[in-house]
């Protein structure tokens, strides 16, 4: 343990109400503590650098899986061990599964949450790029009142996000209209656990016949955030689904990612590896 | 009598302990009034030390403080004995490596201690380093001795510049190899109490408590009866924990003298990695002549391993990876020249294998470009050329065991169904686009026990005492790490003594206790100290029987009855065995000539992988480890041996890459330094052969470091025959080979796109 434990405190609320007075009192001051496998991971390594924490895990506010005719709600304290086993967003999102699925291993599926995955903010969070093409929504909450914001845009840059200081996310919003999309999914990480990814890819696709009608395409690990690939969905929309399109939108999708070397990879793996995810996914797409 | 132990998988002597918890490792101790200490090293590669700060808000009054200033103090000297005395226990004016320690702490409070070692910085000027073999070898700066290099070897055997003439073919290449990081699931620790009224007494995690002993006599200039170091249970080693406890027991133990009180230093993960000895990187050129028949007529091995910034047992690691380069093969002409070279990394030390994996992975991948250019199969290339008995190896050491290396390759092949698969592969490659299966194997030897005359030298001595209740204790310096030692040790001296297992007892190694048995390590306490175990129990069972108190047979009551009354005439019974090498074995240590080890372990391992040509990541989906070992003494623990190291040579080939900058490893954590998972490791299927050793306990051999040898060349070789295409060169030289890597390899050669 490198960080000097007499400096933290983790308070637990008695209710939402508290937790969102302490974060609106002193703002900057208190932050959140969800499941604790990220902000854990930085405590012992003596990297964390916020000292005053207000626990969420037993407001009830935050936690549990609604569904109504037009959404399914999340709320932000939903465990990946609990996703998984959610009968309607395994059959309309399973993508968000397959992601809960490959996080961590199970100790960290029991604990960790989707609401924390979101803002803790990294790159490499297995569960956005799901989010990305779901086009989900957040409803954030505050001492103030609560806004509802679009989960593609919430991220700002490299761990910024929209949210602000006194802001929690209650719920994820899932409009259930993936009736009809092919999705599809996959994780590279090397090993098959514990593995933090260097690329991966949520994407899902509506053909018509042969023509891709619509097509929406995520990726993690790419960028400083996880990141829609808008101009290789455009290159793609409205086309038919053939080697000469696939290979175009390889070319534009090299083009429109930027990514980085760092310990865990290269630019080039990455690059070269997300476009031949683009294209698995294309040449699956018939049998989705 | 009992029924027979050897040969039995009896349940492990500590294994009880361990799974409920009740064993203590050394972080469970804890000593009255006990500080916690810790280490503050250099942040970069190399330098001289100006001056250290301490800065603000940190009551250092409170604190113990040792530097290099404070050895002086002491009687002893300021360097970790073991082979070259050149390492510090802390750096006084120059600087060799990132992470050398430069001062200690100490302090009650271990938080505090973690806030204190942050607010600690150095005067450092820096002086330009070198972190690759090339570099050290060009000295393009001089940093160790006369010319960066710690040791060199030269095996020569028939005229090899007079082959080259007569070959048909000469095949040149070059190999890599990376360093690896032993990963026991405990990281290092000690606890010290050190004064000049009681000496120095420490417990800790360890291999070698006779290494850390000599370590220490030599740091406080005690006398040996002065110095007492006891081994906590331990979690695992690997090699890891063979030489560097020297240094952290030392560290303890300076801070408790200048404390006077008990000081417990524990590493993190993230200091054990970043701080500690890994495998040594490598790099080997090879240069075959073959005959057009596939006869291997001569080759030139230069073999060379960075040792990092001090001597340490890179000598030693150089030796035993120069005397595997040749592999089991009959090479009428051979020459190995080897280097271990300096640089300024943190040292590289012990890790199973010990050299071998590097220079046997050289040979096992380089056969195969020998056999694609005679035009030939791998296997039909080695069977060619596999040494058989009467035959030499590299050192002129004559075979006498009556090995059969065709016939283990064709069991071997029969229990993978080798060919039927080199055809269904074949069809499945032709069929798919998207990913290609590939078959491969590697056929190898590994000497047990200390090289050449070093068993000699080490000369170890076992002892076994009786009690007034007829249980018996064996008294050994060898260590229990996971291994399932104390468990072989009681099984052989059950057997010896004809009484029950859970009659025997271990004594926990404790230089005040036990006499020195040799170090754990080299494959050599099953076979070299289980053989002292076996002998100083029938002596002792020779003792009973010619006072008269024993028949021949006995039961375990007249067991104990004889050993009551011998105890209450005579006073403690205890007999004591010490090594006498097999006759016959002739060491030249100049020329490196002569039986290297007593024996050899044999085997073929075949590896079946499926290369993914979305993401060039390689699984592993099946694996044949096939082994001659002479007698398996417990099944389930030599199956286990064999399963870890493949899994952990499964690491070395495809996933455990130590990402250096600046001679720093930086990803020093277990989310990025990727060692493979249960999920990610294949059904490892493992087969012994036993050939009886005549010289080792119911003949066995060692076997510990073998499974580290095959696996890395083995799945080399399946990757190339899974992607490679006649006509198209796919050079795989180097591991760990990365996706990232592949990648480049494929792209780049011709390979998919
Ligand atoms: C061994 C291990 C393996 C892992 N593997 C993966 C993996 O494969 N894929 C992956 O994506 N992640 C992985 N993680 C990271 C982590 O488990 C996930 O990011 C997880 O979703 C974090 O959730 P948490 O509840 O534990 O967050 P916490 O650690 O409690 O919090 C993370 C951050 O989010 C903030 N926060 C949490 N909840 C809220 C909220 N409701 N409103 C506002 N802010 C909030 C906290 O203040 C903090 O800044 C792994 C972690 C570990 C330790």
């Known amino acids: 343990m490198r960080a000097f434990l007499p400096d933290y405190e983790l308070k637990i609320p008695a209710n939402v109400g508290e937790a969102l007075r302490l974060l609106n009192d002193e703002p900057g001051i208190w932050r959140p503590f969800a499941g604790g496998t990220d902000l854990m991971v930085l405590l012992e390594a003596g990297k964390l650098a916020h000292k005053r924490f207000v626990s969420l895990w037993s407001l009830p506010e935050l936690r549990g899986i609604e569904a109504s005719d037009s959404h399914v709600t999340i709320g932000a304290m939903t465990t990946y061990s609990q996703i998984q086993r959610h009968d309607v967003l395994r059959a309309e999102f399973p993508l968000l599964g397959e992601a809960a699925n490959l996080t961590g291993a199970i100790a960290i599926q029991n604990r960790g949450t989707i609401g924390g995955n979101i803002a803790n903010a990294s790159p490499a969070a297995d569960s956005l790029p799901a989010l990305m093409v779901y086009e989900a929504e957040l409803e954030l909450i505050s001492a103030g009142g609560s806004r509802v914001v679009p989960y593609v845009g919430f991220h700002t840059g490299y761990k910024t996000t929209l949210m602000r200081e006194d802001e929690l996310i209650r719920a994820i919003r899932l409009p259930r209209l993936t009736a009809g999309w092919r999705q599809h999914s996959r994780k590279v990480g090397t090993r098959k656990a514990q593995a933090i990814s260097k690329v991966c890819i949520a994407a899902m696709a509506k053909l018509d016949g042969v023509t891709i009608n619509d097509i929406r395409l995520a990726y993690g690990s790419v960028a400083p955030t996880p990141v829609r690939a808008w101009k290789t969905e455009v290159a793609l929309k409205g086309r038919k689904l053939d080697s000469a399109t696939i290979q175009t939108a390889r070319a534009e999708l090299l083009n429109e990612l930027k990514p980085i070397d760092d310990i865990r990879s290269t630019a080039d793996y990455r690059s070269r590896v997300a476009a031949n995810l683009l294209v698995e996914f294309l040449n699956r797409l018939n049998q989705l | 009598m009992p029924e027979t132990h050897v040969g039995q998988s009896v349940f492990r002597k500590e294994g009880f302990d361990k799974v409920t918890g009740r064993a203590r490792y050394v972080d469970d101790l804890t000593f009255p009034d006990m500080l916690h200490g810790v280490t503050v090293r250099s942040p970069i590669a190399r330098g001289r030390l100006r001056g250290v700060q301490f800065g603000d808000g940190i009551p250092w009054h409170e604190f113990t403080i040792v530097t290099a200033q404070d050895i002086q103090d002491i009687p002893g000297a300021n360097c970790v004995a073991l082979i070259l005395e050149d390492q510090p226990y802390l750096a006084s004016d120059t600087i060799n490596h990132p992470e050398e320690p430069i001062l200690l702490l100490a302090h009650r409070d271990k938080y505090l201690l973690e806030k204190a070692r942050r607010a600690v910085s150095f005067d450092i000027e820096p002086l330009p380093a070198i972190f690759t073999i090339e570099d050290s070898l060009n000295r393009k700066e001089l940093i160790w001795g006369e010319d960066n290099s710690f040791k060199s070897f030269l095996i020569e055997k028939g005229d090899v510049d007079a082959a080259w003439a007569q070959a048909d073919f000469i095949v040149e290449g070059e190999y890599e190899t990376g360093a690896q990081e032993q990963l026991y699931i405990e990281p290092n620790g000690m606890i010290a109490i050190a004064n000049p009224a009681e000496g120095v007494t420490v417990w800790g995690s360890m291999q070698c408590p006779y290494y850390v002993h000599k370590a220490l006599i030599k740091l406080f200039g005690l006398p040996p009866e002065k110095i007492r170091v006891v081994q906590a249970v331990t979690g695992g080693g690997f090699g890891g924990k063979e030489e560097y406890p020297s240094m952290i027991a030392g560290h303890a133990a300076l801070l408790a003298w200048k404390a006077g009180k008990p000081v417990k230093l524990i590493y993190d993960r993230a200091e054990d990695m970043v701080a500690t000895t890994k495998r040594h990187p490598s790099k080997t050129r090879i240069r075959t002549a073959v005959g057009k028949d596939g006869k291997l007529l001569a080759t030139e091995i230069d073999f060379v391993i960075d040792g990092g910034a001090y001597a340490t047992l890179s000598s030693v690691v150089l030796s035993r990876g120069t005397i595997h380069a040749a592999g089991p093969y009959n090479w009428p002409n051979v020459r190995v020249r080897s280097r271990a070279v300096a640089t300024n990394h943190p040292p590289h030390g012990a890790f199973r294998g010990f050299g071998a994996p590097q220079s046997i992975f050289a040979m096992e991948r380089h056969l195969n470009q020998v056999a694609q250019t005679v035009g030939l199969s791998p296997e039909e290339l080695r069977r060619r050329n596999f040494l058989k008995p009467g035959e030499t190896t590299s050192t002129g050491q004559v075979i006498h065991e009556k090995i059969d290396l065709s016939f283990l390759l064709d069991r071997a092949f029969s229990l993978s169904d080798y060919h039927a698969k080199k055809i269904r592969f074949a069809e499945f490659n032709a069929a798919n686009s998207t990913e290609k299966k590939g078959i491969g194997f590697a056929t190898f ?309």
């Open chain 2, 445 to 753: 030897m590994h000497g047990a026990g200390f090289t050449g005359s070093g068993e000699v030298y080490l000369s170890s001595v076992v002892g076994v005492e009786a009690t007034p209740e007829g249980r018996v204790r064996v008294l050994t310096s060898n260590t229990e790490i996971g291994q399932g030692s104390f468990t072989i040790f009681s099984q052989i001296a059950a057997d010896a003594l004809g009484i029950d297992f859970d009659q025997i007892e271990i004594a926990q190694p404790d230089t005040a206790n036990v006499p020195n048995s040799g170090p754990t390590v080299a494959s050599r306490t099953t076979m070299i100290v289980g053989k002292l175990v076996e002998s100083a129990a029938l002596g002792l069972r020779q003792t009973l029987i010619a006072s008269g108190l024993l028949g021949e047979r006995y039961s375990a009551d007249e067991f104990a009855e004889a050993c009551r009354q011998h105890i209450a005439a005579h006073g403690e019974l205890k007999s004591f065995s010490k090594y006498e090498p097999p006759p016959g074995v002739h060491w030249d240590d100049e020329k490196y000539q002569g039986e290297a080890y007593g024996t050899y372990a044999w085997a073929v391992y075949v590896a079946e992988v499926t290369v993914d040509l979305t993401t060039y990541e390689t699984r592993v989906d099946d694996f044949i480890a096939l082994q001659e070992v002479g007698k398996v003494i417990n099944p389930v623990l030599a199956a286990g041996q064999i399963e870890g190291g493949v899994a952990q040579a499964i690491g070395y080939a495809l996933y455990e890459n130590v990402v250096w900058r600046d001679g720093r490893m930086v990803n020093n954590q277990m989310t990025n330094y990727i060692m493979p998972t249960s999920a990610d490791v294949p059904p490892i299927r493992v087969y012994f052969e036993e050939l009886p050793y005549a010289f080792g306990p119911s003949g066995a051999k060692g076997i510990g470091e073998l499974p580290m040898d095959g696996p890395a060349p083995a799945i080399l070789n399946a990757i190339e025959d899974a992607i490679g295409q006649p006509g198209i060169q796919t050079f795989l030289g180097q591991i760990p080979l990365m996706p990232e890597t592949l990648m480049k390899v494929m792209t780049t050669g011709g390979g998919n796109d």
